[in-house]
């Protein structure tokens, strides 16, 4: 009997150590994984507020009594007006080498700067921009962006990004333990008052992203007209220079704290931040674009994809145009421009002028050496002053920095360890035709030729439809050609050349040019190129921009090619809209309408088209030129859509003078590249 009380006594005190041990084991790791506090910034005196992206102190104020749903989701203290956020990032590095004991041999820990994603299977989660639905004038507030299993901030909206159900769709790359996403923070009407506009924050494959908070109030002037402004706040995700997401909310901003007070205003004091329960007092406008009926799959985008040289993302926010400008190689930077509506005149003033120019023009001798000589002064001169008033200064120095620690636009820095070749251009309101800009230096010095001539320029609509990102290959393996045969004034004289060019080019064959046949066109693309030679117009009916190609016996517009698609084709064609207007799209409540958006959401790999009425001599020529210096691209290695297209603009308009050269704009990937399937020389 004693011996069987030793014994049970015996068995609970190894228990009892054990219990011990393991408490003692889990609060180790629990103190790994926890944040730990910082110390609290004390108040600063109150100084004027910074520029985007800079820092600024700390100003005085009364600690905010409102606490964030995802603060208390991630473990951390609320951030208070008046003090430092107290996260602290989670230390991968310090818990991969405290967990190398129980890692399997053949598992290999990536450690990628500071922060994460796991594996090689898609990552989903809810993106949340978190703030109050309402600030007023003199209010400083606290704005969190963060990625999370369970959706925090509803309010929050994907632009553009690959998505599922409301989630953000992110590929992990295999073997990669986890990855850094830059959030670039921008809210017209608002200022930031501390910290800067950039932050990082970590994606893991299980649970939340870390933080990134913003500290904001509404600018001096935001509701100087009216006593309440709408506005967004727009979260850009970036990936090592790389474009991945656009996240906005809606904020009004009121003139006083006394509107806070009254309703529908009340509601921005109740206890949690973000209003994770309660519906925003402001919804964003409803997009309206034409509904897919056959919707077909997102192209599968690599995470690995080449970074543009130079990204440009365009927002439009009530009558301000929102841009910013990222690059690998630079911090991100971020404009407004005034009045989009009056640019987006001004420009097409300027086109029709420069459709104007082009009529009599020849490609064999130019037009008369006068009109000739005008027209060149013209265009030159739009360039110019496109550059001089409309560029922002943040684009002007960054373009400069970019140009100036480049090798091949500064061979004589050492230092210059990489080549400015590409821009990337995302556009929810394409009003800018950055193609066109003439740069020059600030004393107005070292004046350049137009940046579509010397630079790989691309063009991707910034909307919810189709791929995040543009695809950069593209394998040829057959080709099409629609050239209607026009009657009487209609008739095309140079359309005949350049069918007779395309058809001599491996892999191309002609189709007919009536409705039945283009509609059994969109049903069943080519994997390859599809090319239109023809006449296009753009007409507004009752105030709504309609665009289509003219066919022999109809037209086609963009919704009746879009509803003929298929969900089942695997066919990701580059197109070539060779007519009048057709290259253009224009800004229709928050969208863009136009070919490029609706075969690019089809699963087209690009798009290239004219901006305003071509002359038909030198579209020939653009056309032939283009296809010339492709082929023999793909003859090699590969032939990259977006540099061919700049040569062949550069060729023609050397040699003609002809505005035509330069309407034409890409849409795609500036390193997309287009290899025949064969391996055979595609002529």
Same mark, same amino acid.
């Given at each position: 009997?004693?011996?069987s009380?030793a ?5 609970l005190?190894?228990?009892?150590l054990a219990f011990?041990s ?9 103190d790994?994984y926890e944040?730990?506090? *910082? ?8 100084a ?7 820092e600024?102190p ?5 600690p ?11 473990g ?6 008046g003090?430092?956020t ?10 991969? *080498?405290?967990?190398a ?6 598992t ?13 299977e898609s990552i ?8 109050p ?5 003199g ?9 999370t ?14 998505q ?22 921008t809210? /017209?009407?608002?200022?930031?008052t ?13 649970g ?5 908070v913003?500290?904001?109030r ?20 970036i ?8 996240l906005?909310?809606?904020?009004t901003?009121?003139a006083?704290?006394?509107q806070?007070?009254s309703p ?11 209003a994770?329960?309660?519906?925003a007092?402001v919804? /964003?406008?409803?997009?309206?674009s ?28 009530g009558n ?7 690059? /690998?190689?630079?911090a ?13 005149a ?6 029709a ?9 020849a490609v ?9 000589q ?8 739009f ?11 943040a ?10 620690? +480049? ?18 251009v #995302? ?5 800018? /035709? ?14 350049l030729?137009f940046?579509?001539?010397h630079f790989?320029i691309?063009r991707?609509?910034l ?12 394998t040829?393996?057959? +080709?099409a050609i ?5 009657r009487?004034?209609?008739?095309l ?7 007779t060019? #395309? ?9 007919a ?7 059994n ?5 080519p994997?390859?190129?599809?090319h239109?030679?023809?006449?296009g117009?753009?007409t ?5 921009p ?18 003929l ?8 064609? #580059?197109f070539?809209?060779?007519a009048?207007?057709?290259g ?23 798009y ?22 492709l082929?023999?691209?793909?003859s ?7 540099e061919v ?29 287009v290899t ?8």
């Amino acid at each position: 009997m004693k011996r069987s009380v030793a014994i049970a006594v015996a068995v609970l005190v190894v228990l009892a150590l054990a219990f011990v041990s393991m408490s003692f084991f889990v609060h180790t790791r629990q103190d790994a994984y926890e944040p730990h506090p *910082q110390t609290p910034t004390p108040p600063a005196a109150e100084a004027a507020p910074p520029q985007m992206g800079q820092e600024a102190p700390a100003p005085e104020a009364t600690p905010s009594q409102v606490k964030s749903a995802s603060a208390e989701k991630h473990g951390q203290s609320t951030p208070q007006i008046g003090e430092r956020t107290k996260y602290k990032p989670y230390d991968f590095e310090a818990d991969a *080498q405290s967990s190398a004991s129980s890692t399997s041999p053949n598992t290999k820990v990536l450690l990628i700067g500071e922060i994460t994603i796991v594996g090689d299977e898609s990552i989903e989660r809810y993106p949340n921009i978190e703030a109050p639905d309402t600030v007023a004038v003199g209010q400083e507030i606290a704005v969190q962006v963060s990625l999370t299993t369970e959706q925090l901030a509803p309010e929050t909206k994907i632009i553009s990004g690959a998505q599922h159900d409301g989630k953000l769709q992110l590929e992990g790359i295999p073997g990669e333990d986890h990855f850094t996403l830059t959030v670039n923070l921008t809210a /017209p009407g608002m200022q930031f008052t501390r910290g800067g506009n950039t932050a990082n924050i970590t994606v893991t494959r299980e649970g939340d992203s870390t933080l990134a908070v913003f500290y904001l109030r509404p600018a001096a002037t935001a509701v100087a007209a009216e006593p309440r402004r709408e506005t967004r706040i727009l979260a850009t995700l970036i990936r090592d220079g790389a474009f991945v997401a656009r996240l906005s909310r809606p904020l009004t901003i009121v003139a006083s704290m006394a509107q806070l007070a009254s309703p529908p205003y009340a509601a921005s004091l109740q206890a949690e931040l973000p209003a994770a329960t309660a519906a925003a007092s402001v919804q /964003p406008a409803a997009a309206t674009s034409t509904a897919v009926l056959t919707p077909k799959p997102a192209l599968r985008i690599d995470p690995d994809l080449e970074p543009p040289d130079l990204t440009i993302v365009e927002n439009r926010v009530g009558n301000t145009l929102r841009v910013v400008f990222f690059s /690998p190689h630079a911090a991100p930077v971020e404009a407004d421009i005034s009045d989009p509506d009056a640019l987006h005149a001004w420009i097409e003033a300027h086109y029709a002028q420069m459709a104007t120019h082009a009529r009599g023009f020849a490609v064999e001798n130019g037009a008369q050496q006068d009109s000739a000589q005008r027209a060149a002064d013209f265009v030159n001169g739009f360039g110019s002053e496109l550059y001089d008033r409309i560029a922002p200064q943040a684009f002007k120095t960054l373009f400069w920095k970019l140009m100036d620690n +480049s090798y091949n636009h500064s061979p004589e820095n050492r230092h210059a360890t990489w080549s400015f070749e590409n821009i990337q251009v #995302l556009s929810d309101d394409p009003a800018i /035709p950055w193609e066109l800009m003439r740069p020059a230096r600030a004393d107005g010095s070292g004046r350049l030729g137009f940046l579509g001539l010397h630079f790989s320029i691309a063009r991707w609509p910034l909307g919810t439809r189709g791929a995040a990102r543009p695809p950069q290959s593209l394998t040829v393996s057959r +080709s099409a050609i629609i050239a209607p045969v026009y009657r009487g004034a209609q008739r095309l004289a140079s359309a005949g050349d350049e069918l007779t060019t #395309l058809k001599t080019m491996q892999g191309f064959t002609q189709v007919a040019g009536d409705y039945a046949a283009v509609r059994n066109l969109a049903m069943n693309p080519p994997q390859g190129i599809v090319h239109f030679a023809g006449h296009g117009a753009v007409t507004d009916e009752g105030g709504v921009p309609q665009f289509a190609i003219l066919l022999e016996d109809s037209q086609m517009d963009p919704a009746t090619w879009q509803s003929l698609e298929s969900a089942a084709t695997a066919a990701h064609p #580059l197109f070539f809209f060779n007519a009048c207007d057709v290259g253009e799209s224009r800004r229709f409540l928050n969208d863009v309408d136009g070919w490029a958006p609706v075969l690019l959401a089809g699963g087209a790999s690009g798009y290239i088209g004219a901006l305003w009425p071509v002359n038909d001599a030198t579209a020939e020529a653009v056309a032939t030129s283009f296809y010339q210096q492709l082929s023999k691209g793909i003859s090699g290695s590969g032939a990259n859509v977006a540099e061919v297209l700049a040569k062949a603009r550069a060729d023609v308009f050397s040699r003609t003078g002809d505005p035509t050269a330069l309407a034409y704009v890409f849409y795609g990937d500036p390193n997309l590249i287009v290899t025949n399937a064969t391996g055979h020389p595609a002529e």
